[in-house]
């Protein structure tokens, strides 16, 4: 499998909807990762990570900019 990239992060899993179905209308499938610490502690304190495939993070990004949720300063953890 090839590498996942963590390319933006929430703090309540509601919030990932609308970038995750923004990415998967375009064809990119999309992971969230940590969202299980949510019902434990009500928000995930690290953050909710929606992370997509190494090699469509550039086209990603430029997605998540256009839909208004992602400024150009904004770097993404590898």
Do not use: N, W
């Amino acid at each position: 499998m090839e590498k996942l990239i963590t390319i933006i992060s929430f703090f309540h899993i509601h919030e990932t909807g609308i970038p995750c179905s923004l990415l998967e209308s375009e064809g990119i499938e999309c992971f969230v990762q940590d969202a299980m610490s949510v019902p434990y502690t009500g928000l995930a304190v690290s953050g909710i990570k929606i992370q997509v495939k190494e090699s469509d993070v550039p086209r990603a990004m430029k997605i998540l900019k256009d839909g208004g949720f992602l400024e150009d300063t904004i770097s993404f953890t590898v």
